[in-house]
T-cell receptor, first 117, second 111 residues
Framework: DGGITQSPKYLFRKEGQNVTLSCEQNLNHDAMYWYRQDPGQGLRLIYYSQIVNDFQKGDIAEGYSVSREKKESFPLTVTSAQKNPTAFYLC????????????????FGPGTRLTVL | GDSVTQMEGPVTLSEEAFLTINCTYTATGYPSLFWYVQYPGEGLQLLLKATKADDKGSNKGFEATYRKETTSFHLEKGSVQVSDSAVYFCALNGANSKLTFGKGITLSVRP
């Protein structure tokens, strides 16, 4: 089946530790995104990548880092510099190029819930 | 910049009631508009979309019409079911190709 997978589903971290969240897609999408979701709020963009080996900061990039070495993979590292990392993290992807109707829809993975102990 | 405003929630309805969830937006140019749904503990699923003025998106009995004159994209369903209980997000894809989300609204449907 084509889709986006995120692992793990639940993640616990001690304060001061870095942790990496996995996001993989087999949709052959060019662009990938990381969002953070907090209770009662919409989604906020952390980082995005429109092509391999290139990525841009979103609205709340501080304390996070990413890499895009392969088209299928866009891992997110939550560093110890992130002051309030407990949240639900969502990865998304979309096609690039082509018509507006076929390329402007982002598809989401199931999410990873990170809790800092 | 781009913004999306959703009506305040939560919303609680009885099964078979009529649903309206308001969404208005501010954007430059001609954004695409989306409704996403999120079931408990899951990611977001695309519910419907519209890419130009007067387009109507529809799926699973839900509908929304892209109204440029009122900058709105209200979600409606004629008869809700318990299984429609979820969080609903309105979003737009603006000129910078980034999605801007509303805060979401929780819908609970009672049997």
């Amino acid at each position: 089946d084509g889709g986006i997978t995120q692992s793990p589903k639940y993640l616990f971290r001690k304060e001061g530790q870095n942790v990496t969240l996995s996001c993989e897609q087999n949709l052959n999408h060019d662009a990938m995104y990381w969002y953070r979701q907090d209770p009662g709020q919409g989604l906020r963009l952390i980082y995005y990548s429109q092509i391999v080996n290139d990525f841009q900061k979103g609205d709340i990039a501080e304390g996070y880092s990413v890499s895009r070495e392969k088209k299928e993979s866009f891992p997110l590292t939550v560093t110890s510099a992130q002051k309030n990392p407990t949240a639900f993290y969502l990865c998304a992807s979309k096609r690039a190029g082509g018509s507006k109707t076929s390329t402007d829809t982002q598809y989401f993975g199931p999410g990873t819930r990170l809790t800092v102990l | 910049g781009d913004s999306v405003t959703q009506m305040e929630g939560p919303v609680t309805l009885s099964e078979e009631a009529f649903l309206t969830i308001n969404c208005t937006y501010t954007a430059t140019g001609y954004p695409s508009l989306f409704w996403y749904v999120q079931y408990p503990g899951e990611g977001l699923q695309l519910l419907l979309k519209a890419t130009k003025a007067d387009d109507k998106g529809s799926n699973k009995g839900f509908e929304a019409t892209y109204r440029k004159e009122t900058t709105s994209f209200h979600l409606e369903k004629g008869s809700v079911q318990v299984s429609d209980s979820a969080v609903y997000f309105c979003a737009l894809n603006g000129a910078n190709s980034k999605l801007t989300f509303g805060k979401g609204i929780t819908l609970s449907v009672r049997p």
